[in-house]
């Protein structure tokens, strides 16, 4: 069977209510590409009835669409690797199932990569998402800039295109918490950005929390740069002299002036900062150790269940002629 020219790789977790909506907007935009195309979908562990309804659109396109059902919840980058892994196209395309990112951009990424890009970041236009999501973005895309000199102007938009050469070299990482986006960042020779509607998201929500942007930022900042340890440890020698200096200051003082309590509750007001700075450096450290140890144990980063595919000559969109 010969590849296809597009994969669009959608991974779906929870997302019964907007699914049929996907469906309806998705296979019309691919239609009107006029190129063959694939989409797969990564059922990431859901736990509604978004699995039914994947069978279900299967069912109705069995030569352009494919099912990957993960056994468990893996995240939303593993189910993208999970989905880089079945993917047959030259160019894939990551997009996201809750329509925020229209479908109906996706050819706006292809056109990118026809004038000779390798990896085509998105930028959303009039975001629709809340005040403290964008401050939030904003702040973490500065941070990691500085740290990491990855380059994205909107680095939470998955609406992107990819070569195929970079998606192998993505899938050949064994990396258990990365960042794809600034993965392929890396690995391209040639990327691009451009400028995409965004949506409000209709039904259901964001599966996002605040400690899970922080994980997820947390895991860019920590998994392609070391600078946070070579920060801290810079700021240990900074704050080890100015506590020296602090130390000859009080015996100083204690020889001139004598013995004094007054000063007391500033000292432990200097000790517990200097012990929570402590803590948060063995925690920076815990985190790099933690991904060493995650590493080490060489498990699965996932595992499938079960792939529905249709079997080979039966795609009207892989440009291969049907067998009888």
């Not at 990957?68 to 993208?80: E, P, R, T």
């Not at 895991?219 to 000859?248: A, E, I, K």
Request: net charge neutral; proline share 5%.
């Amino acid at each position: 069977m010969s590849n296809p020219d597009l994969s669009v790789i959608i991974p779906v977790y929870n997302e019964e209510e907007g699914l049929q909506t996907l469906f309806d907007r998705l296979y019309p935009a691919l239609d009107a590409l006029q190129r063959p195309y694939e989409v797969v979908f990564i059922n990431d562990g859901s736990t509604d009835r978004s699995a039914a309804l994947l069978r279900r659109q299967f069912e109705k396109r069995p030569g352009d669409t494919r099912i990957v059902f993960l056994k468990g919840n893996y995240g939303q980058h593993m189910a993208i690797v999970a989905g880089f892994e079945q993917a047959r196209g030259d160019r894939i395309v990551t997009l996201d199932a809750d329509l925020q990112n229209p479908p109906e951009e996706i050819g706006k990424l292809l056109a990118a990569m026809d004038a000779g890009y390798d990896y085509v970041g998105t930028i959303r236009q009039n975001r629709q998402d809340s005040t403290w999501r964008r401050w939030a973005s904003r702040l973490m895309n500065r941070l990691r800039e500085r740290i990491t000199r990855i380059q994205m102007t909107d680095q939470g938009c998955m609406l992107r295109a990819y070569d195929r050469k970079i998606v192998r070299a993505i899938a050949s990482c064994n990396e258990v918490n990365t960042f794809i986006p600034a993965l392929a960042h890396t690995f391209s020779s040639n990327p691009t950005e451009v400028e995409v509607k965004h949506e409000e998201r209709a039904v259901g929500q964001s599966k996002y929390s605040l400690y899970s942007l922080v994980r997820l930022n947390f895991d860019l900042v920590t998994g392609f740069s070391v600078m946070p340890l070579q920060l801290f440890s810079l700021l240990g020698m900074v704050l080890s002299l100015l506590s020296g200096l602090f130390v000859v200051y009080l015996f100083i003082r204690r020889l001139i002036v004598g013995p004094e309590a007054e000063g007391l509750f500033t000292l432990f007001a200097i000790t517990f900062f200097l012990i929570s700075i402590l803590l948060f450096g063995i925690g920076l450290l815990g985190e790099y150790v933690g991904r060493i140890y995650q590493q080490v144990r060489g498990r699965p980063r996932f595992l499938i269940e079960a792939i529905l595919e249709a079997p080979p000559g039966n795609n009207p969109h892989s440009g291969e002629t049907p067998q009888g």
